[in-house]
């Protein structure tokens, strides 16, 4: 197996179709290098293969030799020879992954310099003040990121001699401070470390290329891995390449371009530039950087030289470019390209302004597809631009999971009673839980964001967030909350205190972070119609929403029907719950009859909202699904009460019903079809509600669609008889009407059992529905409620799971679970509809394969609806060769 290939390698296809071989950086190097004849400092990359067999069975047999090889060959083409003592080849070693991973990795510059070669270089350069600043410079790098030194022991002594030199800038040191340092320098390596500083320049390769190797399952590695979804599995690239200083003198520099600007989309390039430098410098905020505009006024030509450069970059990748250069004593050196991140305004104008033609060499004109301009934008992207964001990060005490993206600053409160009553004096709130229950709806309603010490992202917590598009963050696990306060290490928030949380990335900040409002740009809503065009007549779009106001928000943000309206959630109105718990404590048939009467005109005014906002489209219904024990106070609660306050009658009665109706393990208790089995009028009234709300809209002239889906069904026999019964509630409504509307009964498959004998449970069906939270969790064996805060992040950093399965479905387990329920419903029933309506319906990597698949539709959050349309598209032009 070949591990090293030369920069100028000659490959079969063009370098930048190897980033699996190659890394990104690596490929792109090859690319500029062979392809485009751009300037670029010759090297040569170590492949992901090298990475990969060092993971599994240490350095790989036959690496030596083959860097050897090359090293030979870069000496040979650059006249010098590494760590020479007379002219010394001096390399930088670079990490390069196949995904960019920006600062996640590790670098080091200057290899090759020891003690002999530095007065080499002082020599041949005529600059001792340049070859001491460079050695200082590698000795702190490789020290820290090679043999583990402690960066303080270099930093300290560097900020002593600058304030001995009475200056704050490393470039006024003169050559005799920059000595010192290096003395200062080696001898802390030593004493931290009990070796010297290694003097062998291949000794130094190769400790650098391992320590690249090393860093790819570092902690920061592997945390950015998790949370963009990069497999552990790639390994990074190493390139080494041929040093170009920027330090030399003020005729050199370094700098950081964009072919346009990044944050705004703007066609017009800019980044951050700075004279008698190396790239550190640049990014680490040591010193004040200058901009291109200060760039032509010091060097012209070479600022002419560059932006022709960015020019050609976007013609040959047809994207936004970011580079690094250098230039040394005048002359320009290309470092590395990559299609560059982008903000999510940024990202949709770039994509709609692509597709209009962009001026390229030569007088040419070049522009994407449609298509291509739906690929380029990404489900961040739209998030950054649906939700308020924070201006500028703060420093965290604590970090939970991010379940509802946004931001949200406001007053800590421990009970939703508190947060309800100072939301009404008009404060802003965030309403702080050890975990939420139904109980807490009243305060979640006014809280500017949630956060829970306990939970996953299909916690009670997060998915009402996410349905309201509230911001919330749960499982912060390292937050003790006492009471009315709440402690992170030495750190304590008390009520009324304020707060700020990222929903999008987990994080939990004391005090308030300046916000940024929501306004999606112009080029938004072009993107989304875009999309629209894509998916038309292949997968629609629908919500979760349960309310009037949801279904509403729905609609406007582009929703084609509601998947799924869960009934349960309208119980939990404050209005409501005392109804269902009549029903709940009625120990006569006619007290229940009556509770029961009550929730019948109770829901239909619920229904006609949702039927009224959602008019001509599809919605449908879930009968009642979770067990009643979630509408009952907490026993636990009621117990410590009755232990010390003691009871009210009614309380006493709660809590009995309370004991009674508790399950060891209520997922597969019950609930869902097997309460209709033991409570059937619950279901008649359910069924009586909603039909009675779309006879009275359809006298008003309205059209609504109405699908009643039947929760947790496991058998035909099942199905069956749960059909039976709102099929009498349905022919009773609509006798003796001329043209009745076709109302049609479904199920929702989330068991295995349901999937794999989805064939008999069609013949009952009209349509399925996928319930991916459930069947995650049935398939799994885990608890969504516990897993994610606890053991799913040990599980994801040791790449047990490839990704959190209730984040997103794959193509095995859960995913190969609904593929064999469309198929075997299909087979019995060809024209059965199938739709999915767990969280995954919003998740883009999920989308990917419901399309696969061939679903119908996928439901989610109306917040979510936007990215659902994006991902929808997407999966259809990915599945196609238009791209190809």
């Not at 794999?756 to 349509?767: G, H, K, L």
């Amino acid at each position: 197996m070949t591990y090293v290939y030369a920069f100028d390698h000659k490959h079969p296809k063009p370098p930048m179709s190897y980033k699996d071989l190659l890394g990104g950086k690596g490929a792109n190097l090859a690319e500029m290098t062979t392809v485009l004849k751009l300037p670029v400092p010759p090297g040569f990359t170590v492949s992901t293969d090298a990475c990969r067999d060092y993971m599994h069975g240490g350095w790989p047999e036959g690496l030596d030799a083959e860097v050897t090889r090359h090293v030979a060959k870069l000496e040979k083409t650059m006249g010098r020879k590494l760590g020479d003592a007379k002219d010394p080849l001096l390399v930088s070693v670079r990490s390069g992954a196949k995904f960019s991973m920006p600062g996640m990795m590790d670098t080091v510059l200057n290899l090759g310099l020891n003690d002999k070669s530095v007065v080499g270089l002082a020599a041949v350069t005529g600059d001792e003040r340049f070859a001491y600043d460079s050695y200082r410079r590698f000795i702190a790098m490789y020290g820290r990121i090679v043999m583990g030194v402690d960066g303080h022991l270099f930093e300290h002594p560097l900020e002593s001699a600058k304030l001995k030199a009475g200056t704050t800038n490393d470039a006024d040191l003169d050559a005799s401070a920059l000595r010192g340092l290096v003395k200062t320098y080696l001898a802390a390596v030593r004493r931290a470390t009990g070796t010297p500083f290694p003097q062998d320049p291949r000794d130094q390769l190769n400790g650098a290329i391992e320590a690249v190797f090393k860093s790819w399952n570092g902690a920061r590695a592997i945390a950015y891995r998790v949370r963009e979804k990069i497999s552990h599995e790639l390994g990074t690239a190493v390139n080494v390449q041929t040093m170009v200083f920027g330090n030399r003198d003020d005729q050199s520099g370094t700098g950081v371009g964009f072919t346009r600007n990044a944050a705004t989309g703007e066609n017009r390039p800019y980044g951050d530039f700075l004279v008698n430098a190396q790239g550190e410098d640049v990014v680490a905020g040591i010193r004040n950087t200058l901009d291109l505009d200060d760039m032509r006024e010091i060097f012209p030509k070479i600022h002419t030289e560059l932006l022709a450069i960015f020019v050609r970059l976007e013609e040959h990748y047809t994207d936004m470019c970011d580079t690094e250069f250098t230039i040394e004593q005048g002359r320009l050196w290309m470092l590395q390209t990559r299609v560059g991140k982008r903000t999510g305004a940024a990202a949709l104008k770039m994509a709609v302004d692509m597709t209009k033609g962009t001026k390229g060499t030569r007088g040419r004109t070049w522009r994407i597809s449609r298509d291509e301009a739906v690929m380029r934008v990404t489900a961040e992207h739209l998030d950054s631009v649906l939700h308020p964001q924070f201006k500028k990060k703060g420093t965290p005490i604590a970090k939970g999971l991010g379940a509802s993206p946004g931001a949200a600053v406001g007053r800590a409160y421990f009970t939703a009673d508190e947060a309800e009553q100072a939301a009404h004096k008009g404060e802003k709130v965030v309403l702080v839980r050890s975990e939420t229950s139904p109980e807490d709806v009243h305060g979640m309603m006014v809280a500017q964001g949630i956060l829970t010490a306990r939970g996953g992202l299909v916690s009670h917590a997060a998915v009402v967030a996410r349905g309201w598009g509230t911001p919330a963050v749960v499982g912060a696990d390292a937050i003790r909350i006492d009471g009315k306060s709440f402690t992170v290490g030495s750190t304590t928030v008390r009520q009324g205190d304020v707060i700020s949380l990222d929903g999008t990335t987990g994080d939990i900040v004391v005090g308030a972070l300046e916000l940024t409002a929501a306004k999606p740009p112009a080029e938004y809503e072009v993107v989304l119609k875009w999309a629209d065009a894509i998916r038309k007549g292949r997968m629609k779009v629908r919500a979760n929403a349960d309310t009037g106001a949801d279904a509403t928000v729905a609609r406007a943000n582009g929703a084609e029907g509601i998947g799924l309206c869960r009934t349960e959630h309208m119980f939990l109105a404050p209005d409501r719950l005392p109804i269902v718990r009549a029903m709940i404590l009625a120990d006569t048939p006619k007290k229940e009859a009556a509770a029961l009467e009550q929730l019948r005109v109770a829901q239909q005014a619920d229904f006609e909202d949702i039927l009224k906002a959602m008019d001509g489209l599809p919605v449908t219904v879930r009968l009642l699904d979770p067990p009643l024990h979630e509408f009952l106070p907490s026993v636990e609660e009621l117990r410590v009460k009755s232990a010390t306050k003691g009871l009210t009658r009614r309380e006493s009665e709660l809590l009995r019903a309370a004991e009674s109706w508790a399950e060891h393990n209520p997922m597969i208790g019950t609930r869902g079809v097997r309460l209709g089995v033991i409570k059937p009028g619950l279901y008649a009234m359910q069924v009586r509600a909603l039909l009675d709300a779309a006879l009275k809209l359809r006298a008003a002239g309205g059209n609504p669609i109405v699908e009643v889906m039947i929760p947790l069904t496991v058998t035909r026999e099942e199905l069956a008889l749960a059909r039976s019964w709102v099929q009498a509630e349905i022919d009773a409504a609509l006798k003796g009407m001329r043209r009745k509307p076709n109302i049609t009964i479904g199920t929702m498959i989330e068991t295995p059992r349901a999937a794999v004998r989805a064939d008999e449970i069609a013949e009952e069906a009209d349509f399925f529905s996928f319930g991916t939270n459930d069947l995650t969790q049935l398939t799994f064996g885990f608890s969504r409620d516990d897993v994610e805060s606890r053991m799913m992040p040990a599980y994801l950093e040791q790449g047990l799971l490839k990704r959190n399965p209730f984040d997103t479905i794959d193509q095995s387990g859960v995913g190969d679970l609904v593929r064999l329920g469309a198929e075997r419903g299909r087979a019995t029933k060809p024209g059965l509809k199938l739709g999915v309506c767990g969280e995954h319906g919003g998740d883009p990597e999920s989308i990917e394969l419901f399309s696969k698949i061939g679903l119908d539709y996928v439901s989610c959050s109306p917040f979510r609806i936007p990215i659902a349309r994006l991902a929808a598209a997407q999966a259809i032009v990915g599945s196609s060769d238009s791209l190809k």
